[in-house]
């Protein structure tokens, strides 16, 4: 059964850089595409990016300048790191894996979410 | 980047009605990359509809999805309490990934 758990500080500071990592157990992080995808409080769902491969990555025009996503298949986890941080980047932070097959790329196992929030 | 204008905003109903969920797409999306999610407070989003009609693994066949080109829809033939929650379609064709801003099925 796969199982993604995203962990990492619970608050930042403004201009700092934000780090998560997802946890990923019931399988190899050496396949499929995993996206990281954010929701401010009440509102909709962001597409941040995805690596796959262990390494080919696509990031949202309007984060990629701040945005890595990498993959440490050691430690069979994934991360995210957005640097510049302002009060704009609070949300709730989520892992996804996709299912491959004919959904492809689609991200289909979530993770609970972790909820960061950037302040001084 | 192809936005999704999802509509109505919020659709109040009650169990056992019929729930229509609209996407519209600001350009042509392939129907295989076009998805449909369901989200209660506090949780994870859940994959419900994949490639506009295709029901996810264990997804319940009172929901169905429809649609083509620039516009897409979600049914609930007849809603049950769990079913009200937040609807998101989502599209990954094209680069970056879009959400519609979602609607909200309530009770009515």
């Known amino acids: 059964q796969v199982q993604l758990q995203e962990s990492g500080p619970g608050l930042v500071k403004p201009s700092e850089t934000l780090s998560l990592t997802c946890n990923v157990s019931?399988?190899?992080?050496?396949?499929?595409?995993w996206s990281w995808i954010r929701q401010p409080p009440g509102k909709g769902l962001e597409w941040i990016g995805y690596?796959?491969?262990?390494?080919?990555?696509n990031y949202s025009p309007s984060l990629k300048s701040r945005v890595t996503i990498s993959v440490d298949t050691s430690k069979n986890q994934f991360s995210l790191k957005l640097s510049s941080v302002t009060a704009a980047d609070t949300a709730v932070y989520y892992c996804a894996r996709a299912l491959g097959g004919r959904l492809g790329e689609l991200p289909y196992y979530w993770g609970q979410g972790t909820l960061v929030t950037v302040s001084s | 980047e192809i936005v999704l204008t999802q509509s109505p905003g919020t659709l109040s109903l009650s169990p056992g009605e019929r729930a229509t969920l609209s996407c519209r797409a600001s350009?042509?999306?392939?129907?295989?990359?076009l998805a449909w999610y369901q989200q209660k407070p506090g949780q994870a989003p859940r994959l419900l509809i994949y490639g506009a009609s295709s029901r996810a693994t264990g997804i319940p066949d009172r929901f169905s999805g429809s649609g083509s080109g620039t516009d897409f829809t979600l049914t609930i033939s007849r809603l049950e309490p769990d079913d009200f929650a937040v609807y998101y379609c989502h599209q990954y064709r094209s680069s970056p990934w879009t959400f519609g801003q979602g609607t909200k099925v309530e009770i009515k």
């Open positions: 350009q042509s999306v392939s129907s295989t990359y």
């Open positions: 019931g399988g190899s992080i050496s396949s499929y595409y």
């Open positions: 690596i796959y491969n262990s390494g080919s990555t």
